[in-house]
C-alpha cells in the first residue's frame, strides 16, 4: 500500500521562482498537514486541513499556501521561494483532526539558492 | 509560550536499557505522542499516552506524569536498528500537535 507519496523527493529551486510540493494520500483520511524540519528544531506546521474543502494556518504559514480540492491531495506550493525556506517538507494525515496518531510522507528535501 | 523539552543526544550499549525524557509546558493537554524517525526518513507513531502511567508495548514503554508535564520514552534491550531520533510531542487545547527538537540516540556495539 502506498499510504502518503510525495513528490518531488529533493528540488534546487533558483530565489524567487515558485514550487508545488505534491502530496497524495489513499487511506481516505479527512485530515492533512504540511510540516517542515529544520535541524535544532521540532516539526513546525505550515498549513493544516481538517477535511477537503477547508484549509487553516498552521505556526509558519507566510509564504506558503495550499488547497484541498478532495480528501485525497494537498499541495503546497510556494510563490517566490526564498532561501529560509530551505528545508525538509513532510506530508502527514490523520483519520481525524484531533488525532494526534499522523502517517507521514517520505519527505521533501528542498534547496533554495 | 508552549515549550517540550528533550535530551538532543543520548547514547547507549546495544542490549542495554535506555529512558528518553520529555518535559512539556503547554496550553491544554490532549495527549502525549513519541514517533521514532530513522535518519532521512519520515517520523512514525510509537505511541500514545493520555492517562497517567505506564503504556507497554514490546520492547518499548511510555509513562506520563501530567502532573509534573512529564514523560520518558523506554527502550529495552537494545538493538542497533535502535539508533534514531525520537521525538516527543503534545497535544494541546486546540489539538494541535506541539514538537520536541527530538532526540538522536545512538547505540553502539
Known amino acids: 500500500t502506498a499510504g502518503i507519496t510525495q513528490a518531488p523527493t529533493s528540488q534546487i529551486l533558483a530565489a524567487g521562482r515558485s514550487m508545488t510540493l505534491r502530496c497524495t494520500q489513499d487511506m481516505r483520511h479527512n485530515a492533512m498537514y504540511w510540516y517542515r524540519q529544520d535541524l535544532g528544531l521540532g516539526l513546525r506546521l505550515i498549513h493544516y486541513s481538517n477535511t477537503a474543502g477547508t484549509t487553516g494556518k498552521g505556526e509558519v504559514p507566510d509564504g506558503y499556501s495550499v488547497s484541498r480540492a478532495n480528501t485525497d491531495d494537498f499541495p503546497l506550493t510556494l510563490a517566490s521561494a526564498v532561501p529560509s525556506q530551505t528545508s525538509v517538507y513532510f506530508c502527514?494525515?490523520?483519520?481525524?483532526?484531533?488525532?494526534?496518531?499522523?502517517?507521514f510522507g517520505e519527505g521533501s528535501r528542498l534547496t533554495v539558492l | 509560550g508552549q515549550n517540550i523539552d528533550q535530551p538532543t543526544e543520548m547514547t547507549a550499549t546495544e542490549g542495554a536499557i535506555v529512558q528518553i525524557n520529555c518535559t512539556y509546558q503547554t496550553s491544554g493537554f490532549n495527549g502525549l505522542f513519541w514517533y521514532q524517525q530513522h535518519a532521512g526518513e519520515a517520523p512514525t507513531f510509537l505511541s500514545y499516552n493520555v492517562l497517567d502511567g505506564l503504556e507497554e508495548k514490546g520492547r518499548f514503554s511510555s509513562f506520563l506524569s501530567r502532573s509534573k508535564g512529564y514523560s520518558y520514552l523506554l527502550l529495552k534491550e537494545l538493538q542497533m536498528k535502535d539508533s534514531a531520533s525520537y521525538l516527543c510531542a503534545v497535544m494541546d487545547s486546540n489539538y494541535q500537535l506541539i514538537w520536541g527538537a527530538g532526540t538522536k540516540l545512538i547505540i553502539k556495539p
Open positions: 502527514a494525515s490523520s483519520g481525524g483532526a484531533n488525532t494526534g496518531e499522523l502517517f
